[in-house]
């Protein structure tokens, strides 16, 4: 079901405070809207490039015991994972691959890269073949 529109969801969504910088608790402000959002986007963005390569799925990925990642891009034919990771922060640490690197542990023999997406400015390293990467970087020109 889809829950029905409000203004007050609207003006907490685009409230640029907390489209900048969401903190929980913030009057007007949920982060858990402005995560949606950009994760929304992403999707947005992975879906017409996914179908211009018809090698390549997107699914989600949940474990059992509730480890995630937002999306999972497979190529069966080659064997190849790509795991993404979006984070509505200016900044990626340690935290944020985590079940990136707990999906790479379980696939060896696979090749897997991970990325968290992130509203930062700078591309970083999160481990072996695990990157933090601006969502700008990703559909610049």
């Given amino acids: 079901m889809v829950p029905r529109w409000a203004e007050a969801t609207m003006r907490e969504l685009l409230c640029a405070k907390c489209?900048?910088?969401?903190?929980?608790g913030r009057?007007?402000?949920?982060?858990?809207?402005?995560?949606?959002?950009?994760?929304?986007?992403?999707?947005?963005?992975?879906?017409?490039?996914?179908?211009?390569?018809?090698?390549?799925?997107?699914?989600?990925?949940?474990?059992?015991?509730?480890?995630?990642?937002d999306f999972l891009l497979v190529n069966n034919e080659r064997g190849e994972l790509l795991g993404i990771e979006v984070k509505a922060s200016q900044k990626v640490s340690s935290e944020d691959f985590v079940h990136l690197t707990w999906f790479a542990e379980k696939c060896k023999g696979r090749k897997f890269t991970g990325i968290v997406f992130y509203t930062g400015n700078l591309v970083t390293r999160g481990g072996e073949n695990l990157y933090g990467i601006p969502m700008a970087c990703s559909w610049e020109d």
Avoid at 19 to 24: D, K
Avoid at 27 to 35: E, F, K, L, N, Q
Avoid at 47 to 52: A, S
Wanted: proline letters at 8%.
């Fill in 19 to 24: 489209i900048n910088n969401p903190q929980p």
């Fill in 27 to 69: 009057r007007g402000c949920r982060a858990d809207h402005v995560g949606k959002l950009i994760e929304t986007w992403v999707y947005q963005q992975l879906r017409p490039e996914v179908d211009l390569q018809p090698l390549w799925q997107i699914h989600h990925f949940r474990s059992s015991n509730k480890r995630e990642i």
